[in-house]
C-alpha cells in the first residue's frame, strides 16, 4: 500500500536563520573566560596559545552543528565504507568494483529538488535551463524514446505540464549544468554553500550502514519505492508500475532520515563518470573523500528512476550523462557544505 504524503515547502529559504543554543553559549563561556583574563595582562600574554586553542576547538566544534543549517538538512556522520558491489551481487556491473573510502561529514537534504523549489529558482533568476535553450528534453511516449521540443522542468514524465498538485514531486529535465546553476543560485541567495553530492557521498548516505543491495536489504518493494515494478530485483514477485514520480517525501526513509534514496529520480553527483575509476581506487587503498577522475565527458548519476528495473535501484548502481543532458528521470538533491559558508563568510 502506498504511503500516506503531505506537502512540503522549501527546505532551503525558511528559518535559514535559526541559531543554536549550544554554540552561543560556548561562544559566551569563552568571552567571559577572556573578559576575566583582562584583569591580569601579564597572564593573558603568558597563555595566549592556550586561549588560542580553546578558540579553536570552541569554533571547531559548534560551527557545523550551528543554526546555520537549513532546514530538512541532516547531519550525515562521515565514516569509511565498502563501495561498490560484491562480485556476487545480482545486477552488478563491471564499473562497481568493491574498494574502501572514507568520507567526511556532510549535511544532505532529507528530499530530492522539487518542482515548487525549482520555480523559485527560475522565477528569481530568469535562468534558461538546457532543455529551454536547446531542442527540449528526452521523454518516453509510451512507443519510442524521443527528445522532444518545448519539454523542460515545467513538464512530467510523459511531456505534458505538471499541475499544481506536482509542486512537491521531484523537479525533472534537469541537465547537470542545471543543477549546478541552483545550487550556485540557492548559495547566493541564503549566504551558505550548497552544491551536489560526490557520488561517494551520495552512496554512502543511500546505504545508511547497510552493505546489502538495498538500504532495506536484498529486496525492495514498490511499497517501500518508486520504480516499474514489472522488473522487480532478482525475480522476487512483481509490484505496481505507477508510470509516474511520487512526491519526494513519500515511503519510509532509510535509517538516516533520508528519503527515497532508491528510485523515484535519478540525482546528478559532482563527479565526473569514470568507466575505470573504482579499479584504480581499489588500487590505492583506502581513498578519503573521493571526488571522481579530473576530467571525462559524463556526470555521474545515482539513484535509480520511476522508470528503472529494480536492479538499477542498488546502492551500488552508477549512470551518467553529459553536462547538457537531460531526461525526463534527471533530478537533483543537495549537500550543505557548512565550513564552506563558514569560510567564505569570513573572507567578505
Known sequence: MEAMTIRVGSPLLRADREFDSSFAARLYRFLALLASLTWHKWKVVAIAPVICLVGLMVFNSSLPAAGCVPRNFIKIHGGEFTIGSPESEVGRQKDEIQHRARVSDFYMSKYAVTVADFRRFIEASNYLTDAEKGSGSWIFDGVN????????????????????????HPVLHVSWNDAVAYCKWISQQTGKQFRLPTGAEREYACRAGS????????????????????????????????????????????????????????????????????????????????VGPATGLTHVLRGGSWNDFGMRCRSASRDSGTPEFRSNYTGLRLVFAPWESCKNNLNK
Open 211 to 290: 552493505q546489502s543491495p538495498f538500504n532495506t536489504g536484498e529486496n525492495i518493494t514498490t511499497d517501500q519505492a518508486n520504480y516499474d515494478g514489472n522488473y522487480p530485483y532478482n525475480h522476487n514477485p512483481k509490484g505496481v508500475y505507477r508510470a509516474n514520480t511520487v512526491a519526494v517525501n513519500c515511503f519510509a526513509p532509510n535509517a538516516w532520515g533520508l528519503y527515497n534514496m532508491h528510485g523515484n529520480v535519478l540525482e546528478w553527483c559532482s563527479d565526473w563518470y569514470g568507466l575505470n575509476y573504482y579499479a584504480d581506487c581499489k588500487t590505492t587503498g583506502t581513498v578519503i573523500n573521493p
Open 145 to 168: 524514446v524521443l527528445k522532444k521540443a518545448g519539454v523542460n522542468w515545467r513538464h512530467g514524465v510523459w511531456g505534458s505540464l505538471r499541475s499544481q498538485n506536482e509542486d512537491n
